[in-house]
């Protein structure tokens, strides 16, 4: 049976799995959908048209899915989608999409967004990132998976930051940050690559030397940027962890942190 506390207010098109926990004074809005084993806590607003998977947990004060803080949203019905098993702690804040671009604000399974983190309109956030206390991204960012944003880290809109890079606390990105890249500072300069966080999923230390040393073509070799991402390329064909950064420096459209 659903477990809604009697102060919960949940709209008549809503729909939530039969063992969904939702916590007084929490409001779930119209043509959401909420999926099995999620906890809602108390004071939690769910805007429409939002769809949370399974077994997601949203802590007190949070705001999921209202409508984009853009002067250009003229109320469409645009949507927020929500995968599996993360974590929204307290005043976490995730925006809808918008008619000029995705329609849809997308985030994958397995994050953790720490208290007062913020999520923009028609961003995409990958799998398994860690949003550290007071970080935020402006609409149209994209982060890849296990990307982790350190305290009070801030990311320029339609900026992209690759998988596995680390953003260190207070950083302030305004270019793309590519794969496995840590970035500091203000603008966000790069500073070596996130070899710890690298070790802990288990890559070897033959991909983390792969990557030091593609890190070392791009940044310390002072190669025209087209060179190096040709080299990286090349490398790829030998190392299969360096496709993923030859990939993202080919799409680079803002330029890259250097």
Known sequence: MTRVHASAVIDPSAELEPDVAVG??????PDVVIGTGSVIGPHVVIGARTRLGMRNRIFQFASIGEIAQDRKYGGEPTTTTIGDDNTFREYATVHAGTAQDRGDTL???????????????????????????????????????????????????????????????????LQDVPPYVTVQGYPARPHGTNNEGLRRRGYSPEDILSIRRAYKVLYRENMPLEEARAKIAA???????????????AASSRGIVR
């Open 24 to 29: 007084p004074y929490s409001i779930v809005g």
């Open 107 to 173: 985030i994958g399974n397995g994050n953790l967004f720490l208290a007062y983190t913020h999520v923009a309109h028609d961003c995409v956030v990958g799998h398994f990132t860690t949003f550290s206390n007071n970080a935020q991204i402006a609409g149209h960012v994209r982060i890849g998976d296990w990307a982790v944003l350190g305290a009070f880290a801030g990311v320029h809109q339609f900026c992209r930051v690759g998988a596995h890079a680390m953003l260190a606390a207070f950083a302030v990105v």
């Open 235 to 249: 490398d790829a064909g030998k190392a299969a962890v360096l496709s993923p950064l030859a990939e993202f420096l």
